[in-house]
């Protein structure tokens, strides 16, 4: 009987995607690898710099403005062709390595990403994994297949006395909401 582990999705079936592990045996996270070569851009040089100047120096920002430092500072999704299992209460958090923000200016610009265990095979994407990246070094990142690029830890996690989730189905994530079935 499985009761949690992580599967490759069949988009990524036989390209030689690796399950995570841990890399020592009193290590908490499973080192989650990139399923493909991603080029994560410099903030830097995405006009971020204008935006930050007009902020600074209370220029007028007009829609245009707005919109434009919205998309430059929207993170990057790195695919790891990985879904995880786990029982309902459960949760695989996605945590920075350390190495990334200091040897390779890369950060989770959500802090954690949480994983439900309702994310498992949903429709919209079969539950696939992606981590969300920010690259503030001053030098596009060039990311390889296989780099290491997060660690992912199961935990449980409790529920309140009066606990009364709306009763939805997940469809995808990022931040979704879906119908209830009382709608």
Not at 52 to 72: C, K, S, V
Not at 145 to 153: E, F, N
Not at 157 to 167: A, G
Request: proline share 5%; glycine share 8%.
């Amino acid at each position: 009987m499985k009761i949690r582990g992580f599967e490759v999705v069949s988009k990524f079936k036989d390209k030689g995607i690796d399950l995570p592990r841990r890399q020592t045996v009193a290590s908490a996270g499973y080192d989650i690898e990139a399923a493909e070569d991603i080029v994560i851009p410099s903030i830097w040089r995405l006009n971020f710099v204008r935006i930050f100047r007009l902020i600074r120096n209370g220029h007028q920002m007009f829609n245009r403005d707005y919109e434009m430092a919205n998309q430059i500072l929207k993170p990057i999704l790195v695919p790891t062709g990985l879904k995880a299992y786990m029982p309902e209460d459960e949760v695989l958090i996605l945590a920075n390595r350390s190495s990334n923000t200091f040897k390779r200016n890369l950060s989770l610009p959500n802090g954690i990403g949480v994983i439900d265990s309702d994310y498992y095979n949903n429709p919209n994407n079969e539950g696939e994994i992606f981590v969300q990246v920010l690259n503030y070094g001053v030098c596009p990142l060039h990311i390889h297949k296989g780099d290491r690029i997060a660690q992912g830890i199961f935990m449980k996690y409790l529920k309140t006395d009066d606990d009364d989730p709306i009763k939805r189905q997940r469809m995808s994530g990022f931040g979704s909401t879906n119908k209830s079935e009382e709608d």
